[in-house]
Each structure stands twice: as structure tokens, then as C-alpha cells.
């Protein structure tokens, strides 16, 4: 296995062998980023496809601040939210009043990684995107905003769309679980 300083090398000499190993590396990996800011998977794939493009022509501006995972990651989200940015204009996202958020706390222990991403690729695309970028990458709302050319407001109220959009899904599964005693995994 090569080292990461040798695959990046490799890759900016235009070796097919070193594009082919960062690829098998971080395509696992990054899939799941573009799975959480997709509806399918072939359109998470075309992103990932699109994004690695990205990569290998830009890997001459990597300066190494950063791990290569970080940077790859970071061009994976702006790879995907570019492909949303394209559907954005026909659903808009406006700031929403009333949010009506389940009194109980939910756990998420017993629901599996697919099932949750399911759940989050079910969110409304706006929603989706905002709590992608908010609660799992760790933008704050004012740079969501600048992001995606909307206001701090809308993005917040997004976010707690999405994040009531989860609970209560989260609550439906609980609930099913305590019932019958098992996972819908």
C-alpha cells in the first residue's frame, strides 16, 4: 500500500496506478458523503464520479494543510451542493413558522447507519442539505447561508425542519421497536 505522500505525488504526475489507488482508498468513504446529500445512489455515484474528477485535476493546489481526507471530503460536499444547487431553483426554501418538535427524546440505538441515512435522504431536498451541512459537516448557519444564497432564518428554520422531520421518524421506529420487539433492519 502506497503512502499517502507517494499517492499524491503519483497523481500529479498523471500515474493511472496512483489515480486508481486514492480512488479505491477514499471512494468508500466518500460515496457515503454524496449519499447523504442525494435522493439515490446513482445519483450519490455521479456525484462521487464528478467530485474525484475534481480531485485529480486540482490535486496540483493541494498544499497539505490539511489531511488529503479532509480535502477530498470538502470537495465531495461542494461537488454535491453545486449538482443540488442546480435542482434548488425549483423548490425554494422559505422560512417556517411553526415547527412542531416531539416532547419525548429520542435514541437512536437500535437503528442502523442504513436505515438512518434512508431517513435523512427522505428529508425534503432544502432540508436535507441544510442538516448535511450543518449538523453532520459543521457549517454554521450564516456560512449555509452565503453557501446556498439564502437567509440565516431560512437556514435555521430548515434545520429544524429536518431535525423534527428525523425525530418524529426516529419516534415511529422507537415506537415500532418497543412493540414488536425487534428492528425493521
Not at 77 to 93: D, E, G, H, I, Q
Not at 152 to 175: D, H, I, M
Request: glycine fraction near 6%; charge should be neutral; aromatic fraction near 8%.
Amino acid at each position: 500500500m502506497l503512502h499517502e505522500t507517494e499517492l499524491i505525488e503519483g497523481c500529479r504526475k498523471g500515474s493511472r496506478a496512483s489515480q486508481r489507488a486514492l480512488y479505491d482508498r477514499y471512494c468508500r468513504k466518500m460515496l457515503v458523503v454524496c449519499l447523504r446529500y442525494s435522493k439515490t445512489t446513482a445519483e450519490a455515484e455521479d456525484i462521487l464520479q464528478e467530485g474525484f474528477v475534481k480531485v485529480f485535476q486540482g490535486i496540483e493546489n493541494f498544499r497539505g494543510e490539511s489531511k488529503l481526507e479532509t480535502w477530498i471530503t470538502r470537495i465531495m460536499v461542494n461537488t454535491a451542493l453545486n449538482a443540488n444547487r442546480k435542482k434548488l431553483y425549483l423548490l425554494p426554501m422559505v422560512d417556517i413558522e411553526e415547527t412542531n418538535l416531539p416532547e419525548d427524546e429520542v435514541s437512536i440505538s437500535g437503528i442502523h447507519f442504513t436505515q438512518l441515512l434512508e431517513m435523512i435522504q427522505a428529508l425534503p431536498q432544502g432540508c436535507q442539505i441544510v442538516f448535511n451541512m450543518f449538523a453532520i459537516e459543521g457549517f454554521s448557519h450564516k456560512e449555509i447561508a452565503e453557501q446556498l444564497g439564502i437567509s440565516e432564518g431560512t437556514s435555521k428554520s430548515q434545520f429544524a425542519r429536518a431535525k423534527s422531520l428525523l425525530q418524529q421518524r426516529l419516534l415511529k421506529e422507537s415506537t415500532y421497536y418497543e412493540r414488536y420487539g425487534e428492528s425493521k433492519i
